[in-house]
Antibody, heavy 119, light 108 residues
């Protein structure tokens, strides 16, 4: 079964660092772009950026450039989203998703990781 | 940057109704558009890609059309499990693959 499995919910304080993960299985992880999407509580979906695990080519939405770092470790089929200094406004659900080959869309989604930043 | 708008922002409908949601791009995006369904507490689910291609496993009551700047998602006969929020997303403006603001479909 093709799936993306994300790491569990996190509760952090402002200023702390965090790295969440997204592990792919059931397909060739290095052959598909992986994207990250933010959904703040009660709000819509926001595109953050994408990475190609085959060569770690990474692109960011201007809104998130410099605010987060996207990376991947192809040896363990895992993509990451990390923050060096969290803010309360980073509180949100974060989804990873696979870009469909031959079609413009995210075809497989992780279950989401809830990040809560509160003092 | 390409902006997407959706209309309506919400609608109330009954089981069996035909429902149409519109997504408009601020500039032409060819057919590089996808539609997703999201239910509360769940990840989005792909319905339509390349504007009009039905994703495998998605019921045929869902269809997509359009190209350029104007797109529609149609549910031919609304079912109880279709009450959800629907989002469009463009893939033309690499790497800024923006989402529309969403359309919530609830029970009349």
């Amino acid at each position: 079964e093709v799936q993306l499995v994300q790491s569990g919910a996190e509760v952090k304080k402002p200023g702390e660092s965090l790295k969440i993960s997204c592990k792919g299985s059931g397909y060739s992880f290095t052959s598909y772009w992986i994207g990250w999407v933010r959904q703040m509580p009660g709000k819509g979906l926001e595109w953050m950026g994408i990475i190609y695990p085959g060569d770690s080519d990474t692109r960011y939405s201007p809104s998130f450039q410099g605010q987060v770092t996207i990376s991947a470790d192809k040896s363990i089929s895992t993509a990451y989203l990390q923050w060096s200094s969290l803010k309360a406004s980073d509180t949100a659900m974060y989804y990873c998703a696979r870009v469909k080959i031959g079609g413009d869309a995210f075809d497989i989604w992780g279950q989401g990781t809830m990040v809560t930043v509160s003092s | 940057a390409i902006q997407l708008t959706q209309s309506p922002s919400s609608l109330s409908a009954s089981v069996g109704d035909r429902v149409t949601i519109t997504c408009r791009a601020s500039q032409g995006i060819s057919s590089a558009l996808a539609w997703y369904q999201q239910k509360p507490g769940k990840a989005p689910k792909l319905l339509i890609y390349d504007a009009s291609s039905l994703e495998s496993g998605v019921p045929s009551r869902f269809s997509g059309s359009g190209s350029g700047t104007d797109f529609t998602l149609t549910i031919s006969s609304l079912q109880p499990e279709d009450f959800a929020t629907y989002y469009c997303q463009q893939f033309n403006s690499y790497p800024l693959f923006t989402f529309g603001p969403g359309t919530k479909v609830d029970i009349k």
